[in-house]
């Protein structure tokens, strides 16, 4: 079982940036996907990007040219930096790997984006 923990959700100002990190408890390297997604109060949880084993992004459109995901093998941890934040990011942060045929979930860090 991958264990996932998030931090780095902190309150900023509209234009800041955060970065957030997953720290997994094993390898994510030869995880098959692994991604960031996140739930905003009273929304249902969106996918914010998503990394394939080849290392290739997705981004969902709200956060393209805004946020960069990545990965730190030798570390087994999964960032997002997130640059000019709007307060429409604010939202719990939760960060995923597929690995073994199951899903994973860490227990998420709030973000807080005041303007």
């Known amino acids: 079982q991958v264990q996932l923990v998030e931090s780095g959700g902190d309150l900023v100002q509209t234009g800041g940036s955060l970065r957030l990190s997953c720290a997994a408890s094993?390898?994510?390297?030869?995880?098959?996907?692994m991604g960031w997604y996140r739930q905003a109060p009273g929304k249902q949880r969106e996918l914010v990007a998503r990394?394939?084993?080849?290392?290739?992004?997705n981004y969902a459109d709200s956060v393209k040219g805004r946020f960069t995901i990545s990965r730190d093998n030798a570390r087994n941890t999964l960032y997002l930096q997130m640059n000019s934040l709007k307060p429409e990011d604010t939202a719990v942060y939760y960060c995923?790997?597929?690995?073994?045929?199951?899903?994973?979930w860490g227990q998420g860090t709030q973000v807080t984006v005041s303007s």
């Open positions: 995923t790997v597929s690995k073994y045929g199951l899903n994973y």
């Open positions: 094993e390898s994510i390297f030869s995880s098959n996907s």
């Open positions: 990394m394939s084993r080849s290392g290739i992004g």
